[in-house]
């Protein structure tokens, strides 16, 4: 598992499993009170990754202040 966290959009990942581009077929988006997530979800149906949006305001500063920063694409 592997968490990102990008603190100028503020959204935080979740990588269920090693991820690749392309890998996620379906993104389910969903809101929890008041709180935006979208699942991902593989060709196969497995839930793969979780972003959290605002995650400032849902997920714990040591959690957010452990995690990595996305790699940025060219």
């Not at 849902?58 to 957010?64: F, R, T, Y």
Request: proline residues 8%; without cysteine; hydrophobic residues 45%.
């Amino acid at each position: 598992m592997k968490l990102t966290y990008d603190p100028e959009a503020d959204a935080a990942s979740i990588f269920l499993v090693p991820f690749k581009p392309g890998m996620s077929k379906e993104a389910v988006p969903i809101d929890i009170d008041g709180h935006a997530f979208a699942f991902d979800f593989d060709a196969e149906g497995r839930l793969v990754s979780i972003e959290v949006q605002n995650a400032s305001k849902v997920l714990p500063v040591s959690v957010l202040k452990s995690a990595s920063r996305p790699e940025r694409r060219r």
